[in-house]
């Protein structure tokens, strides 16, 4: 077992949580305004933090890591409701939280890859790089079928009020008659 250098803890600690505040706050929640999607990046990120400090203080494989990480990739597997960008500022918090949880290597070495991470972030999903279009995608349920692509499309404008630019059908079932459709406004 490894002894804690307390000061080097309290100094990653410090330097995750500041990232953490300008990945999870300032960066996601100020442009997506998800306050369940800032909980769990701010939570799962302190959670790997406190998990990587707890077994960096045991001699462990690197076998042990990526067993750990890839027991964390079921979010995605079990989760309909978060979308791509949710998905991506979690897997950038993991990252983090285990980066600067785990005292392998040097607090600045650790410290630049976090920084990496968070303005990889910044710059990626900055409304000045790609900006933000007004389309809408959804999925819509309907409770017809409608093999005709243009009767389709006019029954779907007429239900939502609203003209549609593509329409593409997911799923259809007879019993009872019902059309699964990803919907762009």
């Given at each position: 077992?490894?002894?804690?250098?307390?000061?080097?803890?309290?100094?990653?600690?410090a330097?995750?949580?500041?990232?953490?505040?300008?990945?999870?706050y300032?960066?996601?929640?100020?442009?997506?305004?998800?306050?369940?999607?800032?909980?769990?990046?701010?939570?799962?990120?302190?959670?790997?933090?406190?998990?990587?400090?707890?077994?960096?203080?045991?001699?462990?494989?690197?076998?042990?890591?990526?067993?750990?990480?890839?027991?964390?990739?079921?979010?995605?597997?079990?989760?309909?409701?978060?979308?791509?960008?949710?998905?991506?500022?979690?897997?950038?918090?993991?990252?983090?939280?285990?980066d600067?949880g785990?005292?392998?290597?040097?607090?600045?070495?650790?410290?630049?890859?976090?920084?990496?991470?968070?303005?990889?972030?910044?710059?990626?999903?900055?409304?000045?790089v790609?900006?933000?279009?007004?389309?809408?995608?959804?999925?819509?349920?309907?409770?017809?079928?409608?093999?005709?692509?243009?009767?389709?499309?006019?029954?779907?404008?007429?239900?939502?009020?609203?003209?549609?630019?593509?329409?593409?059908?997911r799923?259809?079932?007879?019993?009872?008659?019902?059309?699964?459709?990803?919907?762009?406004?």
């Open positions: 077992m490894t002894p804690i250098d307390y000061p080097l803890l309290l100094a990653s600690l330097i995750d949580l500041t990232l953490l505040f300008l990945l999870a300032v960066f996601f929640y100020r442009r997506h305004k998800r306050r369940d999607v800032f909980v769990a990046i701010t939570l799962i990120n302190v959670t790997l933090y406190v998990l990587g400090g707890a077994l960096g203080t045991f001699t462990i494989s690197l076998g042990v890591g990526f067993a750990l990480f890839s027991v964390i990739s079921i979010f995605r597997l079990r989760s309909d409701t978060l979308g791509w960008n949710e998905i991506g500022y979690l897997l950038v918090a993991l990252a983090m939280g285990l600067l785990l005292p392998a290597y040097d607090l600045p070495v650790q410290t630049t890859y976090a920084v990496i991470l968070v303005a990889a972030v910044f710059v990626v999903d900055s409304p000045l790609l900006r933000k279009g007004i389309n809408q995608q959804f999925v819509l349920i309907t409770d017809f079928i409608e093999i005709d692509k243009e009767l389709l499309k006019s029954k779907v404008e007429a239900q939502l009020g609203s003209p549609v630019k593509s329409i593409k059908v799923n259809v079932t007879t019993v009872p008659p019902t059309m699964k459709l990803e919907i762009e406004s």
